[in-house]
């Protein structure tokens, strides 16, 4: 069996986890994460804290609650070292204290990426307040995660059914990457590593429709396509972008695979909260058609290259795949 690096796997404050919404039951500590882990032959863990909390608070509430994941998660990366590593989580619109706590993540605490959601207080990551945001990543060149929020605009129609967390948050994700690209983010900032979760939401489906919006511009009757800030067909962005592969359905993973490109997937289960999960996540790679090289570097070697991991860094099953 080929190493493994989980590249999508969440835990949540203690004390949210102690919510009455789980029963006593909540699948999303540390604890869950290792036994998961332990089960499957992860070989090593990335692990976030989702920050859908963040929603409902002011940004000094917000602060300080970053703040409290990241000293918890430096302690966490240090008691199991070999197992884990953890990510920095911000905001990238809410102003000067949040990205004076996320360069202190980055260059104190030594977390090894940041993730952030993609909208936040009806705020999206190409916003003109986030640029500081991304000069901070960009000058570290740390991977940036991207993930749906709790809910998305137009939640009201997607109440039944799991629709809001099975579709409406994957387009908030696509619509999120969508933004960045024609907003002009790797015109800014040529060397970002960006990855989105969940096959970005099926931005790879769309990227068609988005290249021919690009060629037709004000020609279109598709709406104005002002200030065009891209060189570029919004395809040749996205190839710069990662994927992770948690989707659970093989041809939806082929087409990201496809579109992307071998070097620019990277596994993913999303578990826990999905911990029940993980075997179906790991055989959809082992599905994929790919040579054994290739799958290699879907399971461990790009995200230890995100991540710049070097032999010290990794277990020993991870060696081969380190710098």
Not at 10 to 34: F, M, Q, S
Not at 192 to 217: F, N, Q, T
Not at 225 to 233: D, G, H, N, R, T
Request: glycine fraction near 6%; aromatic fraction near 8%.
């Amino acid at each position: 069996m080929l190493p493994i690096v989980e590249w999508h796997t969440h835990v949540i404050p203690p004390e949210d986890a102690l919510d009455p919404y789980w029963r006593g039951k909540c699948p999303l500590t540390i604890e869950n994460v290792i036994d998961a882990h332990d089960k499957n032959d992860i070989a090593l863990s990335v692990v976030t804290d989702s920050i859908h909390q963040l929603k409902d608070y002011s940004k000094q509430q917000a602060l300080d609650a970053l703040k409290a994941w990241h000293d918890r998660a430096a302690r966490l990366q240090e008691k199991y070292r070999g197992k884990i590593v953890c990510f920095a989580s911000s905001v990238p619109t809410a102003g000067k204290e949040i990205e004076k706590e996320l360069v202190r993540a980055l260059d104190q605490l030594k977390l090894k990426g940041v993730f952030i959601t993609s909208s936040m207080w009806k705020t999206y990551p190409d916003d003109d307040e986030a640029l500081p945001f991304w000069e901070i990543v960009a000058d570290r060149d740390v991977p940036v995660f991207i993930h749906p929020p709790s809910s998305a605009y137009g939640e009201e129609r997607m109440r039944n059914y799991g629709l809001n967390s099975s579709i409406g948050r994957p387009a908030d994700n696509m619509l999120c990457l969508a933004r960045l690209i024609v907003r002009g983010i790797y015109e800014r900032f040529p060397k970002l590593k960006i990855v989105a979760s969940h096959l970005g939401g099926g931005i790879s489906e769309v990227i068609g429709r988005m290249d021919y919006a690009y060629e037709m511009r004000e020609d279109s009757f598709l709406g104005s396509y002002s200030p065009l800030l891209i060189k570029a067909p919004p395809s040749h962005y996205l190839k710069r972008m990662y994927l992770d592969l948690a989707c659970y359905h093989l041809p939806a993973a082929k087409c990201a695979m496809e579109t992307v490109g071998v070097d620019h997937v990277v596994y993913g289960s999303d578990a826990p909260p999905l911990t029940w999960l993980k075997p179906r996540a790991i055989k959809l790679v082992n599905d994929l058609p790919v040579s054994a090289e290739e799958r290699g570097r879907i399971f461990a070697g790009n995200a230890l290259k995100l991540m710049k991991l070097t032999k010290t860094d990794v277990p020993p099953v991870l060696q081969n795949y380190a710098a």
